[in-house]
């Protein structure tokens, strides 16, 4: 089986730099997503890594780094309209469909 | 460009009931997946479709959930002689391809009274 695991919570103040981190155990990983959740919405993506290494899409930046099971999600130059559920998605590829969720992280930004 | 559509939006029904969740995905993308989220936790893999045909149903949870895309596009959840315990939002996403990023509708929040 699976197991991720993140925060649960994390505040940070508007304007701010915040690390989200996820560490997960598997066999067979073949990617890792992280999906942003504001509450009573659906999950959106945010980004994909399947290589070791940092991801950069402009404000968000994600890292991995797949002999440790470990991946961040970074958030830069945080605005109020970031608060929400950050939810980090294993694959593997025993089922090309199926991604394991982990249980999110709630980000609060404050003014 | 039309994302993905879930119907009804929020569904109340009696223990004991059958209900019907409706997933209309984005034009063109093959695949189809349910999910169910419960609060505080992340989204819990049910079913996925590539195609007509269930790729992976391994996450139904017992013989009370089905789920059918008889033409390849449109899914329905099905849910027979529902428990408390299967309140949750049922949350339907599409994606291009297998491995392809999920693109997530609102989701249909399911109450059992």
């Known amino acids: 089986g699976q197991n991720i695991d993140q925060p649960t919570e994390m505040t940070a103040t508007e304007g701010a730099i915040v690390q989200i981190n996820c560490t997960y155990q598997t066999s067979g990983f073949n990617g890792l997503f992280w999906y942003q959740q504001h509450a009573g919405e659906a999950p959106t993506f945010l980004s994909y890594n399947v290589l070791d290494g940092l991801e950069e899409k402009g404000r968000f930046s994600s890292f991995l780094s797949r002999s440790k099971g470990y991946s961040y999600l970074l958030l830069k130059e945080l605005q109020m309209k970031d608060s929400a559920s950050y939810l980090c998605a294993v694959k593997t590829t025993d089922s090309w469909g199926k991604l394991q969720f982990g249980a999110g992280t709630q980000v609060v930004v404050t003014p | 460009g039309a994302g993905v559509s879930q119907t009804p939006s929020n569904k109340v029904t009696e223990k004991g009931k059958y209900v019907e969740l409706r997933c209309d995905p984005i034009s063109g993308h093959t695949a189809l997946y349910w999910y169910r989220q419960s609060l505080g936790q992340g989204p819990e893999f049910l079913i996925y479709f590539q195609g007509t045909g269930a790729a992976d149903d391994s996450g139904l949870p017992n013989d009370r959930f089905f789920a059918v895309r008889p033409e390849g596009s449109v899914s329905t959840l099905k849910i027979q002689r529902t428990e408390r315990g299967d309140s949750a939002v049922y949350l339907c996403?599409?994606?291009?391809?297998?491995?392809?990023?999920?693109?997530f509708g609102n989701g249909t929040r399911l109450t059992v009274t």
């Open positions: 996403a599409s994606s291009y391809e297998h491995g392809s990023p999920l693109h």
